[in-house]
């Protein structure tokens, strides 16, 4: 009996503290520095969490390692919901490319919800004398190994991506790693790397100012916002060369099954919100939402997929 009543007190406490939380202002761990993708998103739902709940959620920038310095913060912070990590494929793709990380995405985490996908697009520095991917890849196989491509860091899915173009095509060049998506594309613009396959998001403003040269897309069918730009299975022959940049929200481990309830439908709420919806699809994002289980599936499946993009493109941690 005695047993029974702590469990229903533990349940009783449990349920009380979700009614009330947010009790206080919320950070939210963000692994890349401001201006990039996946920090607009995340402001973007951080703001819609805030005007829902009537509590603050703070984004907190913590750049560099591929995402491996905010990943650990989040998983060692105190789980009762008041640091929550925004994160991204790059806490899958970080087992699969690095000897060690300081985190187990999935022993360290309670997967909350995905909240978007951003489709990627090859893009080169205008001043490259191209004007499709076929001529890049003969110029680029024509300059071996003087040709860089930028990352948003060693580890993340700007890296892969890059990796396993130039390794499907047979091109040698060089992974430059940056502490985010802003500054590799400056770089790029600037012509210190040639190219960055990056969010559509990061591109787009970019490429209508002609200041860089988007090639392809890396997704299935050609995107509304570039539609004279053909995929990467249509301008290079890739079949099945599908690479989105999903987001999502992760909490520590030990965080109350009910807070993790609340967060999720939180989260829920604000992607079937049309002012959020239209904000995401203005930068190319596709707002995802669903349920926490539907999340921790997905990260297990993507675990292997890494494992395998690794394998076959040959990528190595910088």
Known sequence: MKFLAAFVAVIVAGVAHAQGYPAKPVRMLLAFPP????????????????EQTGQTFVVENRPGAGGNIAAAEAAKAAPDGSTIFYNTS????????????????????????????????????????VKNLQEFVAYAKANAGKLNYASSGT?????????????????????IPYKGSAPALVDVVGGQTQMMIDTISTVLPYARDNRLRPLAVAVQRRLAVLPEVPTLEEAANLPGFEMSAWQ?????????????????????????????RQRLAA????????????????????????????KDSGAKEN
């Open 283 to 310: 930068g190319g994002s596709e707002p995802l939402g669903g349920t926490s289980e539907q999340y921790a599936a997905y990260i297990r499946s993507e675990l292997q997929r890494w494992s395998k993009v690794v």
């Open 90 to 129: 790059a806490i899958t793709i970080a087992p699969a490319l690095q000897a060690s990380v300081p985190f187990d995405p999935i022993r360290d985490f309670a997967p909350v919800a995905l909240t978007a996908t951003v489709p990627l697009v090859l893009a080169i520095n205008p001043g490259i004398p």
């Open 35 to 50: 201006g990039g993708p996946t920090d607009i998103n995340a402001r973007l739902f951080a703001q819609k969490l805030t």
């Open 248 to 276: 999502g929200i992760l909490v520590p481990a030990a965080t109350p099954k009910e807070i993790v309830a609340k967060l999720n439908a939180e989260v829920n709420r604000a992607v079937q919100n049309p002012d959020l």
């Open 155 to 175: 580890g993340t899915i700007t890296h892969l991506a890059g990796a396993l173009f130039a390794s499907q095509l047979g091109l040698a060049m060089q992974h």
